[in-house]
């Protein structure tokens, strides 16, 4: 992101596919898999307006045309994401993610912080 310009970045992603991560198995793997224009700006999970992969809730939700405001739908959508986070059911998941998210390649935050660190600019 640097070398085209950018003066920051947000890598909350990167860190969300390593292993220390409370994010689950489908969550790390919707990451790795989900190409950028798989990805989402939605209130559909929450509310709130994020970005993160169009599952099969995401759509259904969309199509819908009804997203109640925040922290209302948070708490609607609360009610099967939980079970589906339980049964590892990435397609009832919010799968929160950036655009680049298939290039967090990082196994561990350590790792993740140390590709992060060598990269900055006039380190």
């Known amino acids: ?3 085209l310009g950018a003066s920051g970045v947000q890598v909350g992603t990167a860190f969300l596919a390593t ?13 790795r898999t989900t190409a950028a224009d798989e990805t989402v700006l939605t209130k559909a999970m929450s509310g709130r307006l994020a970005r993160g992969a169009r599952n099969r809730a995401v759509r259904a939700i969309e199509a819908s045309g009804t997203i109640a405001p925040f922290p209302m739908q948070n708490w609607l959508t609360g009610r099967f994401r ?3 986070g339980e049964q590892n059911l990435g397609e009832l998941q919010s799968l929160w993610m950036g655009q680049a998210a298939p290039l967090a390649r990082g196994t561990t935050a350590a790792e993740v912080f140390a590709e992060l660190a060598a990269g900055v600019p006039g380190r």
């Open 19 to 31: 292993a220390e991560s409370a994010a689950t198995a489908a969550h790390r793997d919707a990451i």
């Open 1 to 3: 992101a640097f070398a």
């Open 82 to 84: 939980a079970a589906a």
